[in-house]
């Protein structure tokens, strides 16, 4: 005899399990499924540390990478002052092709607006009012430092013979 499904009729009571196969069955399933548990939470953590382990390695990798690109900049920086300094002194230590060259040369740099903009920031008094006070004792300061007697002439604004007079003058006094 056979049930509507075509297994066998027994006494037993449906519904009830069968101590023998029903339960090795049951449990060898519900070990089964614990095993894939546990192998899908291991799979997790593995991944998981894998990820972390990936991150670690791609901040150190950064890390790493940064103090290059750091060490690079220093090392540019260095050459370009050491570049700068031997372009300096090789720039003063060169012979002036003229007195403006040399005049440049002997000054600082200019920087800021007005280098830029190429406007000549020394501008050029006008001396014309200037009115040099003749002192024969200043005269004679300059010519005991070398000045020439032209050159006093020049810068008083008086003759040659006017300056001879006055270093006559002072050197009586």
């Known amino acids: 005899m056979t049930d509507g499904w075509g297994w066998p009729k027994s006494d037993r009571l449906a519904g009830t399990p069968l101590s ?19 192998d899908r939470a291991q799979d997790r953590e593995r991944r998981a540390q894998e990820r972390l382990a990936a991150a670690e390695q791609r901040s150190e990798s950064r890390i790493a990478q940064r103090d290059a690109l750091t ?19 090789a720039r003063l230590n060169a012979p ?3 007195d403006v060259e040399a005049l440049k ?18 501008k050029e008094r006008d001396t014309r009012s200037y009115k040099t006070i003749v002192d024969p004792a200043r005269i004679r300061t300059l010519a005991d ?4 007697l ?24």
């Open 20 to 38: 023998d196969t029903s339960d090795r069955g049951t449990r060898r399933a519900g070990d089964r499924a614990q095993d894939r548990a546990q």
């Open 71 to 89: 060490q690079e900049r220093e090392r540019a920086r260095e050459a370009r002052r050491i570049e700068e300094a031997a372009r300096h002194e």
């Open 145 to 148: 430092r070398g000045a020439s």
């Open 150 to 173: 032209s050159g006093l002439a020049a810068a008083f604004g008086i003759t040659v013979e006017e300056v001879k007079a006055a270093l006559a003058e002072s050197a009586t006094t």
């Open 96 to 98: 002036p092709t003229n």
């Open 105 to 122: 040369i002997s000054k600082r740099r200019r920087s800021g607006a007005l280098a830029r903009s190429g406007e000549e920031t020394k």
